[in-house]
């Protein structure tokens, strides 16, 4: 989960590089450090804490260079500090590297290496697998190429590692296994990076880099392996990206701009598939495996965290409309399992970032064993994303808020139109019914505008309710995995304790939470489930419980019951769910900007969770 950056090239290194950290800050901010190769060997800074206490703490000190790498941390293996900060340097101080995963058998090369007399100054499994790389080049007289390649062979582990060396200025050596690394082709230098947002500015150009590739990188010359030291030709791919979707474009923080670009950014996912007129749905990576999903007996969904939220309330569509049987996994659960696989099951991976990593190894598990795999990611290129047969991507441009928000509504919209699809093509959905939810889902984002409009009256009630202790979300039906994600979302940046659940199960447990101290968040939109919502608000008011309600524009009786309400706009209820969650977004991130806490990089979480 770890964000690296590396350059090499005529420019000088450092400013690229520290910029490239800031960019990947999402990824974690433990700590984080830079090392520069000028010639006359490798210098090391690193500073516990964020990118600008690095800035600070460096100044002044001697920072040219044409070749350099860069780190900042999510903390694994030893708490965060100044010296398990990357990059570590090796025990003679000639090799300097960092790494985004984790080895897992690190502590039998440690020991191996502490019988050899080395000694270690972090608790990292980094500073193990270096010497450990230095140890086999020393020992074979070998390359520092052919000494990696020997190396991670015997590693046990997920990893993408960047070394420099004081004896090779102007290379910089990566390998990769189960992180992502993105490699940007300029005029005479080269970019690396946990994405393409380091390198945005400088080249559109890009080689991503498969799992079990290695790198040789310098200035004029891009040379890719594999762990046989056979050559391989890099593919070349185009950006199509712009500098200002990874900027605050005049936003206080990313996560309030990625909840206001929501309109687009659903407008963008139905963009080119959705003819409400015509009544077609175009998805390509669909189609050509449209008649083996009409004839499945079953879907699972796989998926992590708000992905898995997205998944569970697609279970309700993809049942309501297609008639197949949906199991929704946790991909961390599904892995280790021994999941009952046959061969024809359709597999729908479901992750932002597309380098999940228990999503991933979920996938190739089915894969190997038959299952059609679809991805349903955002981030182009990514590992889930050529991993899978088919799928669609989510077009919700970078999102670099930790606490996913846009992700989400995108999912549910490629989802929703996947479903609707099937449905056609199956004859399960009547033609009405079609065209009705054809039209229900092209005004999604013009009702998400009309919901964002209103959300000046959320930051009020954020200030009203921002020293509560607990919350409890209750929803039924669609309407429950949004609350499952307004628990989620108020958990992740507030740190205020919240659950959700069906609101049905209130009376199986969590009634006997309610006081007159916690508030008690319904989803209730005009739906199937509408009378039974109303009743379960009346028992919590029965309680002395404070209500504060998601209501449908006009819906007086739910208002009444509710001390407090949010507006939306009255929609179908399978579609409804993209708009239910977005005055929770809100709710969650005002009561985390009233609490002072840093919404953009919550506490402990990171980005893209690419180990276990």
Known sequence: MCGIVGYTGPREAYPIIIKGLKRLEYRGYDSTGVALQNGQGVKVYKKKGRVAELEDAIVGKDLHAHVGIGHTRWATHGEPSDRNAHPHQSSSGKLAMIHNGIIENY?????ELISKGYVFHSDTDTEVLLNFIEEIKKNNNCSL?????IALKRVVGAYVILLVDADDPNTIIAARKGSPLVIGVGKGEHFLGSDASPMLEYTKEVVYVNDYEMAIVKPDELILKNLGN???????????????AIEKGGYDHFMLKEIFEQPQTVYDCLRGRLDP???????????????????????????CGTSWHAGLAAEYIFEELCRINVEVEYASEFRYRNPVINKGDIIIAISQSGETADTLVAIETAKAKGAIILGVVNVVGSSIARASHGGAYTHAGPEIGVASTKAFTGQLAVLTMIALKIAYIKGSISNDRYMHLLNELNEIPEKLAW????????KKLAEKYKDARDFLYLGRGYNFPVALEGALKLKEI???HAEGYPAAEMKHGPIALVDETLPVVFIATKDAYHEKLISNMQ???????????VITEGDEMAKSLSEDVMIVPETDEIVAPMLSVVPLQLLAYYIGVAKGQDVDKPRNLAKSVTVE
């Open 107 to 111: 502590s039998q090369l440690k020991n």
């Open 145 to 149: 190429e052919e000494a990696i390649r």
């Open 230 to 244: 056979e050559k391989i030709t890099p593919y070349i791919q185009k950006l199509d990206l712009e500098l200002a």
């Open 277 to 303: 007129v015509a009544g077609t749905i175009t998805m390509s990576g669909i189609q050509q495996y449209a008649d083996q999903i009409v004839k499945a007996s079953r879907i699972v969904m796989v998926a």
């Open 451 to 458: 919901v964002l409009n209103h959300a000046d009256h959320i």
């Open 494 to 496: 507030s740190y205020i």
């Open 539 to 549: 028992e919590i008011k029965a309680r002395k419980g404070r209500v504060i309600s």
